[in-house]
Nanobody
């Protein structure tokens, strides 16, 4: 059974930093794109950043220059370093991964999207 487990959320003052981690566990053949999405109260879930299996990142305009996504393929883990945090960054942050299971790989199926349970990030003084 595949799981995505996030950690690193919390309360931070404006201008502060946090680092989120997300580890994929289970029997996995390969992982394509991984990333972070967030959802603030009353708003739709939005993309924060994604990263390919080759390490190419993509960022939402609202976080460019402040957030950095990275990936450790050996550990099936991604990280999100968040600097210069603003109150508008407050949200539940969800990890996302496109995971190919061995049994699906054998029959030529595509990767499946998995989501973590979410971790709360609150930016407030």
């Amino acid at each position: 059974q595949v799981q995505l487990v996030e950690s690193g959320g919390g309360l931070v003052q404006p201008g502060g930093s946090l680092r989120l981690s997300c580890a994929a566990s289970g029997t996995i053949a390969s992982i394509n794109d991984m990333g972070w999405y967030r959802q603030a109260p009353g708003k739709q879930r939005e993309l924060v950043a994604t990263i390919t299996d080759g390490g190419r990142p993509n960022y939402a305009d609202s976080v460019k220059g402040r957030f950095t996504i990275s990936r450790d393929n050996a550990k099936n883990t991604i990280y999100l370093q968040m600097n210069s945090l603003k109150p508008e960054d407050t949200a539940v942050y969800y990890c996302y991964a496109e995971i190919l299971l061995p049994e699906h790989e054998r029959v030529g199926r595509r990767a499946t999207a998995y989501w973590g349970q979410g971790t709360q990030v609150t930016v407030s003084s």
